[in-house]
């Protein structure tokens, strides 16, 4: 239980387009998502945190027009990296949470690889 | 402020070896709940424990184990007779009360277990 996709698993873009990222609980409905960027031998840093219905809360210096997150059902949020550029290459990783736990416990995907060229 | 600290960046060990990576956090809460996760080269990050704040029983699980002491506020982790396969980044994290439940990540150690 507890399966958390991504889709896709790596995908290499142009710089000035724009590439969207989905994260999907399979078997538990999400209440809360939260999408993460990891740069080569660093840590996960917290993008944003998404609650169905509602909109993402970004963390301090990420960039909403830059980072659009939407988390429109229970089960999938998507992140949008508009105008992608090269400095934005980096591992994308989500996480899942049904909210009942009171740690709430994050479920992980197995992240998506971004690379602009 | 929270706050984890893995402070090896980078351990070798030779197989068969144990080796301990650490962990020491930072928080004002009461109610927190500490976890290790692995990564391998793949990326994908592999749960290993979780511990809250009240029960600081170590624990065992095959060659793992953990020792969580709250006075040194530190959430240890031994991989005991260390394999080739524990090659990976070992992640500790925090989450508590006042972070609204984020998880805070450590930065990480990457450990390399030579053949």
């Known amino acids: 239980g507890a399966v958390v996709s991504q889709h896709p698993s790596r995908v290499i873009c142009k710089s000035g387009t724009s590439v969207k990222i989905e994260c999907r609980s399979l078997?538990?409905?999400?209440?809360?998502m939260f999408w993460y960027r990891q740069f080569p031998k660093k840590s996960l840093m917290l993008m944003a945190t998404s609650n169905e219905g509602s909109k993402a809360t970004y963390e301090q210096g990420v960039e909403k027009d830059k980072f659009l997150i939407n988390h429109a059902s229970l089960t999938l949020s998507t992140l949008t990296v508009t105008s992608a550029h090269p400095e934005d290459s980096s591992f994308y990783i989500c996480s899942a949470s049904t909210g009942l736990a009171e740690y709430n416990e994050q479920f992980f995907g197995p992240g998506t690889r971004l690379t602009v060229l | 402020a929270q706050k984890v600290t893995q402070a090896q960046t980078e351990i070798s060990v030779v197989e068969k070896e144990d080796v301990t990576l650490d962990c020491v956090y930072e928080?004002?809460?009461?109610?927190?709940?500490l976890f290790w996760y692995k990564q391998p080269p793949s990326g994908e990050l592999v749960f290993l424990i979780r511990?809250?704040?009240?029960?600081?029983q170590n624990e065992i699980s095959g060659r793992y184990s953990w020792n969580f002491q709250k006075s040194t506020s530190s959430f240890n982790f031994t991989i005991t007779a260390s394999q080739v396969v524990d090659s990976a980044v070992y992640f500790c994290a925090l989450s508590a009360t006042s972070g609204t439940y984020k998880y805070i990540f450590g930065t990480g150690t990457r450990l390399k277990v030579l053949a």
């Open positions: 078997d538990f409905q999400a209440t809360t």
């Open positions: 511990r809250n704040s009240f029960d600081e």
């Open positions: 928080t004002r809460d009461t109610t927190y709940y």
